[in-house]
């Protein structure tokens, strides 16, 4: 199966999750908290893989994953949006790639080569670019917040990735973790100060069924087909979709935008292009 068959996955997740940021804020801005938001957006993307999965839901590899990854990065990554802001909260995330391509190499046995670090290189300078843009609070709490969602993000991609090269199909992938993901966070909402309104649930509702249930298929679907280390960065577009939806609403990228977005495409185009 060929390699250029997972880009097109992988691009459509990264465009879908370059929307949480926007439905984010608005269920911020209508009242709900961290508690809210993750709970209920894996709430919502969990009704629906349970319909696709039944009984695949109770496997032990897909709960570690979804326990242990895509529930934290869900509540870590509101936390880290709400203490640092989004250019922030975005450049700390996307040092997965780092921490994938760095682990590939030990636990998925991926190379190392000259044309993934310097895809790695200007992928990471056009992140940086692109989320300082804005600027935003750094101090230490919200390196904290942003290398938990990173570290999170990171272990979605190679145990996702573990699994599908030994023989997990894509729903599988992409759904069960979301189960987990909601058994551990729905509990949580006993905590919450926030409130839950039509125009925050609206928000929510979006981000359970596109940037959670749909995104997480397709992302497993790209992983099926192409290495974690790849992947990660081919996902780092995602900033570059939030730039364009940014423009349409009517802001400004600046030079720093089109610059970093030239770099992140370009390291895409590296890893993803045929030798």
């Given at each position: 199966?060929?390699?250029?068959?997972?880009?097109?996955?992988?691009?459509?997740?990264?465009?879908?999750?370059?929307?949480?940021?926007?439905a984010?804020?608005?269920?911020?801005?209508?009242?709900?908290?961290?508690?809210?938001?993750g709970?209920?957006?894996?709430?919502?993307s969990?009704?629906?893989?349970?319909?696709?999965?039944?009984?695949?839901?109770?496997?032990?590899?897909?709960?570690?994953?979804?326990?242990?990854?895509?529930?934290?990065?869900?509540l870590?990554?509101?936390f880290s949006?709400?203490?640092?802001?989004?250019?922030?909260?975005?450049?700390?995330?996307?040092?997965?790639?780092?921490?994938?391509?760095?682990?590939?190499?030990?636990?998925l046995?991926?190379?190392?080569?000259t044309?993934?670090?310097?895809?790695l290189?200007?992928?990471?300078?056009?992140?940086?670019?692109?989320?300082?843009?804005?600027?935003?609070?750094?101090?230490?709490?919200?390196?904290?917040?942003g290398?938990?969602?990173?570290?999170s993000?990171?272990?979605?991609?190679?145990?996702?990735?573990?699994?599908?090269?030994?023989?997990?199909?894509?729903?599988?992938?992409?759904?069960?973790?979301?189960?987990?993901?909601?058994?551990?966070?729905l509990?949580?909402?006993?905590?919450?100060?926030?409130?839950?309104?039509?125009?925050?649930?609206?928000?929510?509702?979006?981000?359970?069924?596109?940037?959670?249930?749909?995104?997480?298929?397709?992302?497993?679907?790209?992983?099926?087909?192409?290495?974690a280390?790849?992947?990660?960065?081919?996902?780092?577009?995602?900033?570059?979709?939030?730039?364009?939806?940014?423009i349409?609403?009517?802001?400004q990228?600046?030079?720093?935008?089109?610059?970093?977005?030239?770099?992140?495409?370009?390291?895409a185009?590296i890893?993803?292009?045929?030798?």
């Amino acid at each position: 199966m060929s390699s250029k068959s997972g880009v097109i996955p992988l691009l459509l997740a990264a465009f879908l999750w370059s929307t949480i940021g926007l439905a984010t804020k608005r269920a911020l801005n209508a009242g709900s908290d961290a508690f809210w938001i993750g709970g209920m957006r894996a709430g919502v993307s969990a009704v629906l893989s349970l319909i696709f999965l039944r009984r695949r839901v109770l496997d032990f590899k897909l709960a570690l994953i979804g326990i242990f990854f895509t529930g934290p990065l869900y509540l870590i990554y509101v936390f880290s949006v709400m203490h640092s802001g989004m250019g922030i909260a975005a450049v700390l995330l996307y040092t997965a790639p780092v921490i994938v391509i760095i682990l590939a190499k030990f636990l998925l046995n991926e190379s190392l080569n000259t044309r993934k670090l310097i895809a790695l290189i200007l992928s990471f300078s056009g992140i940086v670019a692109v989320g300082l843009r804005g600027g935003g609070n750094l101090d230490l709490v919200a390196i904290a917040l942003g290398l938990g969602s990173s570290l999170s993000y990171s272990g979605i991609i190679l145990g996702v990735r573990k699994l599908a090269v030994s023989g997990y199909d894509e729903i599988e992938l992409g759904l069960g973790p979301q189960v987990w993901a909601a058994l551990e966070l729905l509990p949580l909402l006993s905590l919450s100060r926030g409130s839950l309104n039509l125009d925050s649930m609206i928000s929510i509702v979006y981000l359970g069924i596109f940037p959670s249930f749909l995104a997480y298929y397709l992302h497993a679907m790209g992983l099926k087909r192409i290495e974690a280390g790849p992947a990660s960065i081919i996902s780092n577009l995602e900033p570059i979709s939030a730039l364009i939806l940014g423009i349409f609403l009517g802001e400004q990228p600046g030079l720093l935008g089109f610059l970093g977005s030239a770099l992140i495409i370009s390291s895409a185009i590296i890893v993803s292009w045929r030798r």
